[in-house]
């Protein structure tokens, strides 16, 4: 099923200059199979998450291999399958930490969620999503399963 919109735009709330952003100053457009999969992240993803905490900014969503390497990514990132969005929270309520807790919670289809100390959430999506909970602190390196990662739901 195609996620292509009337409006052309990725998604709702998200534009193709957002999803395909960088300030490495590298060429980062996104073949046609990575768009379709931007267009699922914010199909199933980021329009219903925007919808209940306000404005959110992408820091990073599409990288071409250049971009992926220049800023440091993981060989087989998912953000050049244009499958995952890096995502700050703008609304002074939403700190990432709750916006990691609300994903979490919901029964969104992601593989893996990871909150930054450093202030973002990453959200990945894939094929067999296995809504992997990961934690890194700010020195880099991620833990797993980390049971102080999401607060208790109350
Ligand atoms: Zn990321």
Known sequence: MSMR???GRPGEFFSWSE??????GIDNVAP????EN???LCYEILDPVRRIVGPIRVNSGYRSLAVNTKVGGSRTSAHMKGCA???VPMASDWTPDR???LIAAGDYPFDQLILYESGFV???QSRTPRRQLLYSPRSGGYQRGLSGFLPPIV
Do not use: C, K
Not at 19 to 24: K, L, N, V
Not at 32 to 35: D, I, N, Q
């Open 19 to 24: 999803m395909q952003g960088t300030r490495t």
């Open 38 to 40: 931007l267009r699922r």
């Open 99 to 101: 916006l990691a807790q």
């Open 85 to 87: 969005a890096d995502i």
């Open 122 to 124: 990453h959200v990945g």
């Open 5 to 7: 919109r009337e409006d």
């Open 32 to 35: 046609e199979e990575a768009r």
